[in-house]
T-cell receptor, first 113, second 116 residues
Framework: AQSVTQLDSQVPVFEEAPVELRCNYS??????LFWYVQYPNQGLQLLLK??????LVKGINGFEAEFNKSQTSFHLRKPSVHISDTAEYFC???????????FGQGTRLTINP | DGGITQSPKYLFRKEGQNVTLSCEQN?????MYWYRQDPGQGLRLIYY???????QKGDIAEGYSVSREKKESFPLTVTSAQKNPTAFYLC???????????????FGQGTRLTVV
């Protein structure tokens, strides 16, 4: 069975500082990995995804993530955050033939001025 | 406008009542999902469907029921058997190509249900 662990429930950072949101997964087979963002009282929006190929994936709003198979990680990074990045971020995993995504518990990113 | 419409956005229910949450999509996606979101617990899968007139239980199906009479619609009923129904409910869809569920899910804006 697949599972996802987001190591930090809350991450506070100052505006224009870099940020990393951590995600580790467990699976015995090849996986597909995703990061979603959720603004208050809204649905989830896809930030980026890793399906195959280059392990460095670039997404929307200046975010990127690196797939590390040996460490079973898919950490999300942004070199300089903005107040508008304040949101909850979810890491998710699935595999070929699976019928659903498995989500982590979420990380609340708070940007302070 | 293509997308997923969940209604209503806010819903209040008295204890002991059943309530139905609507999810409609015009993306022509075959797979549809219902998730429940509680603070600090991420998203948990309630039910999913890959084809009309067929659906499967997710991880927390007890106290919920669904139907899939049309490809575009996947309503969720929260029954009185659900002991703690107050939560944020999200509907999602995903295309199926070559009999494989596409890996990416698209989400509606959610319905916040409060039991009063």
């Amino acid at each position: 069975a697949q599972s996802v662990t987001q190591l930090d429930s809350q991450v506070p950072v100052f505006e224009e500082a870099p940020v990393e949101l951590r995600c580790n997964y467990s699976s015995s087979v090849s996986v597909y990995l995703f990061w979603y963002v959720q603004y208050p009282n809204q649905g989830l929006q896809l930030l980026l995804k890793y399906l195959s190929g280059s392990t460095l994936v670039k997404g929307i709003n200046g975010f990127e993530a690196e797939f590390n198979k040996s460490q079973t990680s898919f950490h999300l990074r942004k070199p300089s955050v903005h107040i508008s990045d304040t949101a909850e971020y979810f890491c998710a995993v699935t595999r070929t033939g699976a019928q659903k995504l498995v989500f982590g518990q979420g990380t609340r990113l708070t940007i302070n001025p | 406008d293509g997308g997923i419409t969940q209604s209503p956005k806010y819903l209040f229910r008295k204890e002991g009542q059943n309530v139905t949450l609507s999810c409609e999509q015009n993306l022509n996606h075959d797979a549809m999902y219902w998730y429940r979101q509680d603070p600090g617990q991420g998203l948990r899968l309630i039910y999913y469907s890959q084809i009309v007139n067929d659906f499967q239980k997710g991880d927390i199906a007890e106290g919920y029921s669904v139907s899939r009479e049309k490809k575009e619609s996947f309503p969720l009923t929260v029954t009185s058997a659900q002991k703690n129904p107050t939560a944020f409910y999200l509907c999602a869809t995903s295309p199926i190509r070559d009999r494989v569920v596409n890996t990416e899910a698209f989400f509606g804006q959610g319905t916040r249900l409060t039991v009063v």
